[in-house]
Every structure is written in structure tokens, then in C-alpha cells.
């Protein structure tokens, strides 16, 4: 019942023939661009797989350009959640100097214990030193010979901070505290991997806009060569009244599922070669340290990827529209 | 309906293709015209669908005058000008439903009612048969058709043809020609580009004669009374 006083409204206007003309333009203008939308977008999708065969290569294409910086893009993300794991993992050791009594070893831990930026510390003492190096080395023989222990005692600080400069930081205090001979924290090999990732980073970025410009080109050549396919129907559609934009349409909308189409492959690609190598990277980070976890792909990211390749190829198709399609007029 | 005032065109490259061109035709009514190729008949026909730009002078359509037609305007103005082309200018990546649909496809148009005209339309011209039917298949005077129906689907005031008998015989252009009057009965004003001249006598409508850019007088049947 609900529904009827809906449908008389809109049946009423047929009745009517004069007014509902003038009426049905009017308001209809909205849902007519809607419908346009609509139709131009399935029908350019529905074109694009009736020429399946070219329409895969220029897919691949992009989907080649777009994997190639968002695999290394992911690599390096592995790589730095890799770097930080260790600083974490990182350990400084102090090496006190030989003189350092047992008292004088408890209380520079304590004191270190207390510190901010250090979440624990184990103190290695000169008897344990030497019966550790006993068992490892196997020069047990040796040292027995000697009367005095030539090992000092160590303690092993574990900071909780990974930043590289808070831990540079607090190397330099604990080298300056009274009994303290010497520490040792290999740093450099982190700050290099460091300075490695930002500089691979800035090539992955340089290459993904390249490679970003390189999908709109190409999206703007396909869709150039589209736009000669159709110009007889361009000619007709303007002399009955098509606007620029209802022509432009569904070149556009061709652009963007080129995009969104290479986009999903290149996804599926990346998703592939993380399936690859999953089993390798955890064995290789199974000997490293337990708690090293791949990242991938995400939903969000292949969200933005999407987004990213749709919009590349509604830019390329509109570059190529921008230059094609006004020259194009009924003569 | 029409009306040229003072109207020249004037090519790039000096070429004159049209010199002082005054006319008028009035709402609802049929009128031919004629020239031997090259007097200015296209040019005449472009300049009304603004294909084309007046070198001076004005043209109305439907009291609106052409030179203060703006770019975007144009698309708007030419969906109530029905074309209707010597070579039918139809698409062949499409059914003739399809063909005869576009205009009502760019109007906005939705399916059921679209349909309905289309229907009409091809109604009209006897092709409803048809309509599933690549146009491809279709005969020179079936194309013609269904490049009328086409330019009525949208019921324009106005309905301008540029040869359309030209490749047709003349059987199918005496059909075609008797299409025309129909819809000229029901209102629309037509004006026929044609240089049929055996067929133009016989149907003794106004004719507009054009001679080397120059509108001739005194050629047409009823005689040339406005401006």
C-alpha cells in the first residue's frame, strides 16, 4: 500500500504530454548524469574485456611499473622493522678494569639498573668471564697455567631505547663513569644499514614517480589510440549534442580501469613473491633472533594502490583527452 | 525559424564561400535548397549548426542569435537541431536501436522512456523490425531511415538535411522525401539541402537557390517574400 501514492506520482507525468517534457528534462538532469556514469563506466569496462588480448598487455605493463617500486618499497620495510629489531636486540658491553672490586661492580650496576634509557643489565664477573671462555675455547689448559685472571669483569647493558642517537648517547656516559675501562658497541654497521635504507628509500621513491609518470603515459597512449578507434561516433555524438565532458567520459573511465585493472595485478604479483619468499626470510630470521615477522601487503595498502593506479589512469586518460579530443570536431 | 542576415563566410585562404546570404524560413515550414556544387549549400548548413562560424552577419535559430551562442551553450543548441547526413553517418558498433538511441542517451534520457521513442521513431520510418539488426545489414534507403529516425527521436523544432537522397535511387528518395513532409505536417520546420532538382520540382516546396555563394531570387515557388 505503501508504495502506491510513489507510483502515481510518477506515472502522472506521462499523462500529461506538454509539460512532462519540459519537467522531465529539468529533473531529470542529475539522475540522467548519474545513469550516463553508470552505463559509460560498464560499457567502457565491457569494451576493454571484449579486447581482451590488448587489454592484458597494457595491464601487464602497468601492473610491471607498479609492482617493481611497491615490492622494494615492502622489501625495505622489512628491512628497516629488520635493522630495528637488532638495535633493540643490541647489547653494550663495559669492561671494567681489572682492579674492580666485587662491591664496586654491584654498585655501578645498581646504579646502572636505575638509569632511564636502560631497561636491564647482567654482570659478567671476572670468575665467570674466564670459566665461560674456559668452556668456549678450549684453552682451559692455558689460562689454569696462569696465576692471575687476565679476563675483567663485564656487565652487559640492554637499552630500551633502538634510536641510534640515544644509544650513541648513552655509550659515551657509560664510558666516562669511574672503574670503567672500556665499552663496546658496534654501532657503525647500524648506522650505515641506516643510511643504506634512507638511500634506498629515496631511489624507490624516485623510481615509483617515474614509473608512476611512465603508467599515465602509457594509459594516455592506449587511450589515445582508443580515441581514433571511435572518432566517427566523436563526430556524431558532437553534432547531436554531446558536451566535451560526455564525450571525454568514457575515455576516462577507460583510463581508470586500465589503472585499477593493472593496480590489482600488480598486487597480485607482490602477494605472489611475498608467498615465495616467506619460507626462506623466516628461516633466515629464525637463526637471527625468533621474533621477526614479514610484513605485507596489507588490506589498507592495496586500498591505496588501487586509489593510486586508479587515479594514474584517469590523469593519462585525461592528459590524452585534454590533447586528442578537442581536436576532433565535425567538419 | 531561420533567419540569415547579412550573412558571409568567408574561408582562411580568401575563399568566399557565402556573400550576403538574407533569408528567413518560419516555424513550421519545408523548404529545399539547391546550387550547383560548391555554391555555399554545406557552408549554409554549417553555419546554422555552428560548425561552423559566420565570417559577419547574424543567424537566428529559433530567435536565438548564433553569434552570442557561447562554446558551452553549443552542445544544448544542437540537440534541437535534428541531421540528417547524405552518407547517414550511423555506427556500425551498434544495433540500429542503439544508433537511433544516442541522442536520448546524451539528453540524459532514461531507458523505459528512451525506449519508448526509440520505438516511435523507428516506428515511423517502418524500420521497427529491425531495430536488433546491425545497420551494416541494412539496405542505402534502410540506413537513410534509420539516420531519420535518429535526427526525430528527440523531437527537435527544427530538422536539417544535407543531401539525404544523394546515393539513393529514385524510388527511395521519393520515400524519404515523403518522410520529411510527414513530419513537416506534424510541425517541424525542415530545411533540405539537395540538388535533385527533378525531384524538387516535383514537390513543389520553397526553394532556396544559392549560385556561387550568392542567394539567387525569384527561383523558388513561393516566391521569396522575407527580408
Not at chain 2, 119 to 137: F, H, T
Request: net charge neutral; glycine share 8%; with cysteine.
Amino acid at each position: 500500500m505503501a508504495a502506491s501514492p510513489k507510483a502515481t506520482k510518477r506515472k502522472k507525468p506521462h499523462i500529461v504530454d506538454k509539460p512532462k517534457r519540459s519537467k522531465h528534462v529539468k529533473s531529470g538532469v542529475l539522475s540522467g548524469l548519474l545513469r550516463n556514469h553508470q552505463h559509460v563506466a560498464v560499457d567502457s569496462l565491457d569494451r576493454l574485456f571484449s579486447t581482451a588480448g590488448a587489454s592484458i598487455l597494457t595491464w601487464a605493463m602497468i601492473a610491471i611499473a607498479v609492482a617493481l617500486p611497491l615490492f622494494l618499497f615492502l622489501v625495505l620495510q622489512n628491512l628497516q622493522q629488520f635493522g630495528s629489531n637488532i638495535d633493540e636486540a643490541t647489547q653494550i658491553s663495559i669492561y671494567m678494569e681489572l682492579d674492580t672490586s666485587e662491591t664496586e661492580l654491584l654498585a655501578v650496576q645498581n646504579s646502572l639498573n636505575s638509569h632511564p634509557t636502560i631497561s636491564s643489565t647482567n654482570l659478567i664477573s671476572q670468575s665467570q668471564a674466564l670459566e665461560e671462555f674456559q668452556a668456549l675455547s678450549g684453552f682451559g689448559d692455558v689460562l689454569s697455567g696462569l696465576n692471575e685472571n687476565p679476563l675483567p669483569a663485564v656487565i652487559v647493558v640492554t637499552p630500551n631505547s633502538g634510536f641510534l642517537n640515544q644509544v650513541r648517547a648513552l655509550v659515551e656516559e657509560l664510558g666516562s663513569l669511574n672503574k670503567v675501562d672500556s665499552v663496546q658497541y658496534d654501532f657503525d654497521w647500524l648506522q650505515r644499514l641506516d643510511e643504506i635504507l634512507n638511500l634506498a628509500q629515496r631511489l624507490t621513491l624516485m623510481l615509483g614517480v617515474l614509473l608512476a609518470f611512465g603508467v599515465a603515459l602509457v594509459v594516455g597512449n592506449t587511450v589515445r589510440l582508443a580515441i581514433e578507434n571511435r572518432r566517427d561516433e566523436i563526430v556524431v555524438v558532437k553534432l547531436v549534442g554531446g558536451t566535451n565532458s560526455y564525450v571525454a567520459r568514457p575515455f576516462l573511465y577507460t583510463g581508470l580501469w586500465y589503472g585499477v585493472g593493472g593496480g590489482l595485478l600488480a598486487t597480485v604479483l607482490v602477494m605472489s613473491a611475498q608467498l615465495v619468499m616467506q619460507g626462506p626470510v623466516s628461516q633466515l630470521a629464525g637463526l637471527y633472533d625468533g621474533d621477526f615477522v614479514l610484513i605485507k601487503l596489507g588490506l589498507s595498502d592495496i586500498f591505496n594502490v588501487l586509489l593510486l593506479c586508479g587515479f594514474l589512469g584517469w590523469f593519462g586518460a585525461w592528459l590524452s583527452v585534454l590533447r586528442h579530443l578537442r581536436t576532433i570536431e565535425p567538419k | 525559424m531561420i533567419k540569415f542576415d547579412a550573412v558571409s563566410k568567408r574561408y582562411p585562404g580568401g575563399h568566399e564561400a557565402l556573400n550576403n546570404i538574407n533569408f528567413h524560413i518560419e516555424k513550421g515550414e519545408i523548404a529545399f535548397l539547391t546550387g550547383h556544387s560548391g555554391a555555399g549549400k554545406s557552408t549554409l548548413l554549417k553555419l546554422i549548426m555552428q560548425m561552423e562560424k559566420a565570417s559577419s552577419g547574424q543567424v537566428f535559430v529559433n530567435n536565438q542569435n548564433l553569434n552570442r551562442l557561447s562554446k558551452r551553450q553549443l552542445p544544448y543548441f544542437r540537440r534541437n537541431i535534428g541531421l540528417v547526413f547524405q552518407d547517414h553517418q550511423l555506427l556500425f558498433d551498434r544495433s540500429v536501436f542503439e544508433n537511433v538511441a544516442l541522442p536520448l542517451q546524451i539528453a540524459g534520457f532514461d531507458s523505459r522512456e528512451a525506449a519508448r521513442r526509440v520505438s516511435a521513431a523507428l516506428d515511423k520510418v517502418g524500420l521497427l523490425k529491425k531495430e536488433n539488426q546491425n545497420p551494416i545489414a541494412l539496405s542505402g534507403g534502410e540506413q537513410q531511415r534509420v539516420g531519420i529516425a535518429r535526427a526525430v527521436v528527440n523531437k527537435p523544432a527544427l530538422l536539417l538535411a544535407d543531401e539525404p537522397t544523394g546515393n539513393l535511387d529514385p524510388f527511395l528518395s521519393g520515400e524519404i522525401m515523403e518522410l520529411f513532409e510527414e513530419f513537416n505536417r506534424v510541425g517541424v520546420s525542415i530545411l533540405i539541402a539537395s540538388h535533385d532538382l527533378s525531384l524538387i520540382a516535383k514537390l513543389q516546396h520553397r526553394t532556396l537557390t544559392l549560385d556561387h555563394g550568392r542567394m539567387m531570387q525569384g527561383t523558388s515557388k513561393p516566391a521569396i517574400t522575407d527580408i
